[in-house]
């Protein structure tokens, strides 16, 4: 199966509300892990995908913050990331995977989805309206530029250190 990119609602409802169970894997951020741990990771999920094609789930992904809202309603990511479920939206029933994200452990924990032996959580809350997202572009984040602070040097604070502190000493 296809593992989709949860970039709107439209991808939601199609692998999550139309399908009885819902495997949705929350990724860390790029920058945590660049383009080339972010493949392993869904090259993982991709190979759990491919062993149970036969069962139609579906498959779905973001990282983490981009679907806060989804995350909080499914109460995903306290531990860190990744972070998968399983979702059964018509049950109202979500199942949290708590090991590791290794091909063995989603394995096992799907069996024990498909054999109910794992007890559902109740959804606390609706699903919410998810954001639109920008589809990954498959490259490595770049860290945000950082604000140039140098002029601050340049600056005279001897006006503010007589005038304000007097005041907020005489406040105290």
């Known amino acids: 199966p296809e593992i989709r990119e949860l970039l709107n609602d439209a991808v939601f ?20 892990t660049g383009a080339k741990g972010r493949n392993e990771y869904l090259d993982t ?3 759990i995908g491919d062993k149970y094609k036969k069962r139609k789930f579906g498959w779905v992904w973001s990282f983490a913050g981009e679907q ?11 531990a860190g990331y990744p972070a998968l479920v399983a979702l059964n939206i018509k049950k109202n029933a979500v199942l949290h995977h708590r090991s590791g994200f290794s091909k063995d452990s989603i394995n096992e924990f799907l069996q024990y989805v498909i054999a109910g032996r794992i007890a559902p959580s109740v959804l606390r809350s609706d699903v919410p309206k998810l954001r639109k997202a920008a589809k990954w572009d498959g490259l490595d984040g770049q860290m945000p530029e950082e604000e140039d602070y140098s002029d ?4 005279e604070l001897d006006d503010l250190e007589n005038g304000q502190n007097r005041a907020v000493s005489t406040l105290l």
Request: hydrophobic share 45%; proline share 3%; glycine share 6%.
């Open 13 to 32: 409802a199609e692998e999550c509300r139309e399908k009885s169970i819902c495997i949705i894997s929350i990724l860390p951020d790029i920058l945590d």
């Open 45 to 47: 999920i991709k190979a």
């Open 68 to 78: 806060d809202k989804l995350q909080a309603a499914l109460e995903m990511g306290g």
């Open 152 to 155: 601050l040097d340049d600056m």
